[in-house]
C-alpha cells in the first residue's frame, strides 16, 4: 500500500508506505521530501487513521485528533535541502490503514516541471489586417513564419531567424543567428534578449523563441508558434537516500551471526524468558524486535531500526556510543565495541531495507 501527497505548493511530499502490515494493525513509514528549490524549515501533514487506533510514533512530534493525527518535524529533520528526504515512522492498531490526509511546508518554487503546449495563428489581411498597413503578427516559441505588405514584418527570438518584407517591412531577431531584409525603411537587428520588429505605416510583429521566417506579399501574413515538452513522473516517491549508505547491501543471515555472537546470550538479548530491555535479538525474533520498534530509551522518539535510513536508526547510536537519550546508558555491546567490518554489515543490511532474509 502506498499513500502519496504534495503540499499545496508542490515543493514538499510525503509518502507513506506499509512495511509491516498484519490483521489486527500495521507500522508505516512516511517518506518526506524537498522537491523545491529552497530549503525547508520544516514540516508537518495530518494523517488519517481510517478506522484503526493510533500507537506509538518516532522522530515527529504527534498531537492526535479524532481519527487523524498531525505529525510535525523535530528541529533535527525538519530542514530539508532541495532534493533531500528524511523517514519516520508509527504503529497502529485495527483493521483500518492509515492515509495522508494534507501537507504542509515549502522548498521554494518548484524545482521541476514539464508541459506540453501547441497553438498556431494565420492572418491575412488588407490595410490595417496583419500585414498590411498597420497590420502584425504575435507568436511565442519555437517556430514561426509571417508574411507581410507594406508595413509588414516578423520579429523572432533566439536561434535562427530570418525576414523579409515589402515597403517599410523589416525583422527583429534575438539570441544566435539573425538575418532581415526589407524593402523601405526595412533593416535588420541581432540582440540577446527578446526582439521586437516595426515595418512600414505602423505594421509591425513579435516573436519568442527558437526558429521563424518571413517574406512579404501585399498584406497576406502567416504565424505558427510549436513548443514540445515532455515530462514523465509517478507517485513522487522513491527511497531515501541516507548519506550512511554506500554501494554495499547485506541480508539478515549476514546480519544474524553478529547478533548471536555479541548481543544474543543468555545473560542478555537471548535469554528466552526475560531479554534484557525486553529486546529479544534471537534469530527468529530479531527483525520484528528492530525494524520500526521504538527504542525504550527515547520515549518512542526514535526507532531501533527505520530500513534505508541508518542514520535515523537507534541501534547505530547504540553500537556507536553516539547521541544516546539516557546519559546513564550504556553502548552495546557492553566491554568492548563490535569491528568496523560488523558495524559495516549491519549498516549496509538497514540501507538494503532492513529485510528478514
Known amino acids: 500500500m502506498r499513500s502519496g501527497l504534495l503540499s499545496p505548493d508542490g515543493t514538499v511530499e510525503a509518502l507513506l508506505t506499509l512495511p509491516s502490515d498484519w490483521a489486527t494493525g500495521y507500522c508505516a513509514n512516511v517518506t518526506v521530501t524537498n522537491k523545491g528549490t529552497a530549503e525547508t524549515d520544516g514540516w508537518s501533514m495530518v494523517v488519517g487513521l481510517n ?19 498531525t505529525a510535525s518535524s523535530k528541529e533535527w529533520n525538519g530542514k530539508l535541502a532541495p532534493g533531500a528526504s528524511t523517514m519516520w515512522g508509527f504503529c497502529g492498531n485495527g483493521s483500518g490503514r492509515p492515509s495522508i490526509v494534507s501537507v504542509n511546508g515549502s522548498g521554494g518554487s518548484v524545482a521541476s516541471s514539464s508541459s506540453a503546449s501547441t497553438s498556431s495563428s494565420t492572418g491575412a489581411g488588407g490595410e490595417g489586417g496583419a500585414g498590411g498597413e498597420g497590420g502584425g503578427s504575435t507568436s511565442a516559441t519555437t517556430t514561426s513564419a509571417g508574411t507581410g505588405g507594406e508595413g509588414g514584418g516578423s520579429t523572432s527570438a533566439t536561434t535562427t531567424s530570418a525576414g523579409t518584407g515589402g515597403e517599410g517591412g523589416g525583422s527583429t531577431s534575438a539570441t544566435t543567428t539573425s538575418a532581415g531584409t526589407g524593402g523601405e525603411g526595412g533593416g535588420s537587428t541581432t540582440t540577446t534578449t527578446t526582439s521586437a520588429g516595426t515595418g512600414g505605416e505602423g505594421g509591425g510583429s513579435t516573436t519568442t523563441t527558437t526558429t521563424s521566417a518571413g517574406t512579404g506579399g501585399e498584406g497576406g501574413g502567416t504565424t505558427t ?13 522513491g527511497t531515501p537516500v541516507d548519506p550512511a549508505c554506500g554501494p554495499d547491501t547485506a541480508t539478515f543471515a549476514q546480519v544474524q551471526p553478529i547478533l548471536e555472537r555479541s548481543c544474543a546470550n543468555q545473560f542478555c538479548h537471548g535469554n528466552p524468558t526475560t531479554p534484557a530491555g525486553g529486546l529479544d535479538l534471537r534469530a527468529a525474533a530479531a527483525v520484528g524486535s528492530l525494524v520500526n520498534q521504538s527504542a525504550n530509551a527515547c520515549s518512542s522518539d526514535h526507532a531501533l531500526v527505520v530500513p534505508f ?19 546513564d546508558e550504556i553502548a552495546m555491546p557492553p566491554g568492548s565495541p563490535l569491528p568496523a567490518a560488523d558495524l559495516k554489515t549491519i549498516t549496509d543490511w538497514i540501507c538494503a531495507g532492513a529485510p528478514a532474509d
Request: hydrophobic share 25%; charged share 15%; aromatic share 8%.
Open 51 to 69: 478506522g484503526s487506533t493510533f500507537g506509538h510514533a518516532w522522530v515527529v512530534d504527534v498531537s492526535p485528533s479524532d481519527g487523524q493525527f
Open 225 to 237: 508558434t510549436t513548443t514540445t515538452s515532455a515530462g514523465t513522473g509517478g507517485e513522487g516517491g
Open 309 to 327: 535510513m541508518p542514520s535515523s536508526s537507534y541501534l547505530m547510536n547504540k553500537l556507536n556510543d553516539v547521541d544516546l537519550c539516557d546519559p
